[in-house]
């Protein structure tokens, strides 16, 4: 969604070392986010690193403006498409097990789901290519979705209607053709896994992921809205220069293109777990999930990857009205980079590349 730049507010800036190698290296860290937060005019966020050298997390800013409640290493950030990592690694789980296909039709896996006869490329797309966006499927984020749950934040909507508003829209492109990302693809994906388990998605993630990997802390949605933990989102919607509360809509939201609200060690965990200890899927299909797609270099199978003057790195991107986030983990330094932030910056910069130049600054990939 295209977001008015958010106004410049004041914000309480608080750090924490939680393991490091000295107060200079938190220092510098601290500084990015900082100048992050204030250069993109951001009520708040935090930024961890962690590795075998240090751990670090650093935090400033406001989670809720109303009551000034500062952000904290224990805040509960929802984190957009970043979920769609755990619903891919969840999906690749059951293709483990020979529940799933990656060569399987999406129709039939989503028979369950009324009104989608009428959906572009459902009955050519396979499921392989939701994974890697090449389905050609139709984005639902259009601007009559936007307007539609703008207009009603607390709605609790069911995947068929926000399918519903790609039913319209025509495909980018025939299945397989081209990458064009869509986040129809993982709504359907969502519901595809729930389905194969007989569970609801939410089901799925805690036994498949979030208790796998150790994620207390990780729910999708978000049961109590007055939880102290949870930070609340900003943006200026209305492009009038006030910024609202627009926690409510991604809250509501449990389905598969961004379905976590979660913490920042929660999502070292998942990282640990996914790259490091192998505790979620099998080297091979790892290896698959983060191997460059045939139509999209920086992008695999739910996971977006590229490499940079500090090695490799694979992660994703999140951004949804009044929330931004970004993980990543580089595997020649065995290290997990987190940022999470309760607004929505003007600019592509990542937060997390200054943070790794930051922190491995005169160090060589595998050191």
């Given at each position: 969604?295209?977001?008015?730049?958010?106004?410049?507010?004041?914000?309480?800036?608080?750090?924490?070392?939680?393991?490091?190698?000295?107060?200079?290296?938190?220092?510098?860290?601290?500084?990015?986010?900082?100048?992050?937060?204030?250069?993109?005019?951001?009520?708040?966020?935090?930024?961890l690193v962690s590795d075998p050298?240090?751990?670090?997390?650093?935090?400033?800013?406001?989670?809720?403006?109303?009551?000034?409640?500062?952000?904290?290493?224990?805040?509960?950030?929802?984190?957009?498409?970043?979920?769609?990592?755990?619903?891919?690694?969840?999906?690749?789980?059951?293709?483990?097990?020979?529940?799933?296909?990656?060569?399987a039709p999406v129709a039939p896996?989503?028979?369950?789901?009324?009104?989608?006869?009428?959906?572009?490329?459902?009955?050519?797309?396979?499921?392989?290519?939701?994974?890697?966006?090449?389905?050609?499927?139709?984005?639902?984020?259009?601007?009559?979705?936007?307007?539609?749950?703008?207009?009603?934040?607390?709605?609790?909507?069911?995947?068929?209607?926000?399918?519903?508003?790609?039913?319209?829209?025509?495909?980018?492109?025939?299945?397989?053709?081209?990458?064009?990302?869509?986040?129809?693809?993982?709504?359907?994906?969502?519901?595809?896994?729930?389905?194969?388990?007989?569970?609801?998605?939410?089901?799925?993630?805690?036994?498949?992921?979030?208790?796998?990997?150790?994620?207390?802390?990780?729910?999708?949605?978000?049961?109590?809205?007055?939880?102290?933990?949870?930070?609340?989102?900003?943006?200026?919607?209305?492009?009038?220069?006030?910024?609202?509360?627009?926690?409510?809509?991604?809250?509501?939201?449990?389905?598969?293109?961004?379905?976590?609200?979660?913490?920042?060690?929660?999502?070292?965990?998942?990282?640990?777990?996914?790259?490091?200890?192998?505790?979620?899927?099998?080297?091979?299909?790892?290896?698959?999930?983060?191997?460059?797609?045939?139509?999209?270099?920086?992008?695999?199978?739910?996971?977006?990857?590229?490499?940079?003057?500090?090695?490799?790195?694979?992660?994703?991107?999140?951004?949804?009205?009044?929330?931004?986030?970004?993980?990543?983990?580089?595997?020649?330094?065995?290290?997990?980079?987190?940022?999470?932030?309760?607004?929505?910056?003007?600019?592509?910069?990542?937060?997390?590349?200054?943070?790794?130049?930051?922190?491995?600054?005169?160090?060589?990939?595998?050191?």
């Amino acid at each position: 969604m295209m977001l008015a730049p958010l106004l410049r507010i004041a914000v309480t800036v608080a750090a924490v070392v939680l393991a490091g190698t000295g107060a200079a290296r938190a220092d510098a860290l601290q500084d990015v986010l900082d100048g992050y937060i204030e250069e993109e005019e951001l009520p708040g966020g935090l930024l961890l690193v962690s590795d075998p050298r240090q751990r670090q997390l650093v935090v400033a800013g406001v989670a809720n403006r109303r009551n000034s409640a500062p952000v904290t290493p224990d805040s509960r950030f929802y984190v957009a498409s970043v979920g769609k990592m755990t619903v891919a690694a969840a999906t690749l789980q059951l293709v483990e097990e020979g529940r799933l296909s990656l060569d399987a039709p999406v129709a039939p896996l989503v028979a369950h789901l009324p009104g989608l006869a009428k959906l572009a490329n459902l009955r050519s797309a396979r499921l392989g290519q939701l994974l890697d966006h090449s389905s050609g499927i139709p984005d639902y984020l259009t601007d009559e979705f936007e307007s539609a749950s703008r207009a009603d934040a607390k709605r609790h909507w069911t995947a068929a209607e926000v399918l519903s508003y790609a039913l319209g829209e025509r495909a980018t492109n025939r299945p397989g053709q081209s990458h064009e990302y869509s986040n129809s693809n993982f709504v359907l994906l969502g519901e595809i896994i729930a389905a194969a388990d007989g569970a609801t998605l939410a089901e799925v993630l805690q036994r498949r992921i979030f208790d796998r990997a150790g994620m207390t802390h990780t729910t999708v949605g978000v049961a109590n809205p007055n939880d102290p933990a949870l930070v609340h989102g900003y943006a200026d919607i209305a492009e009038n220069g006030r910024l609202q509360d627009v926690s409510r809509l991604s809250w509501n939201f449990p389905f598969g293109d961004g379905p976590l609200v979660t913490t920042a060690e929660d999502m070292e965990r998942f990282l640990f777990a996914l790259f490091r200890d192998g505790k979620l899927l099998q080297p091979a299909t790892l290896a698959q999930m983060v191997a460059p797609s045939d139509q999209e270099a920086e992008y695999g199978l739910g996971t977006e990857r590229g490499k940079d003057k500090w090695g490799r790195w694979y992660g994703h991107t999140g951004t949804f009205d009044g929330f931004d986030a970004e993980i990543r983990y580089y595997p020649e330094h065995k290290a997990a980079l987190v940022f999470m932030a309760n607004g929505n910056a003007s600019s592509e910069t990542s937060v997390i590349k200054q943070a790794a130049g930051a922190v491995f600054h005169g160090r060589k990939p595998g050191n």
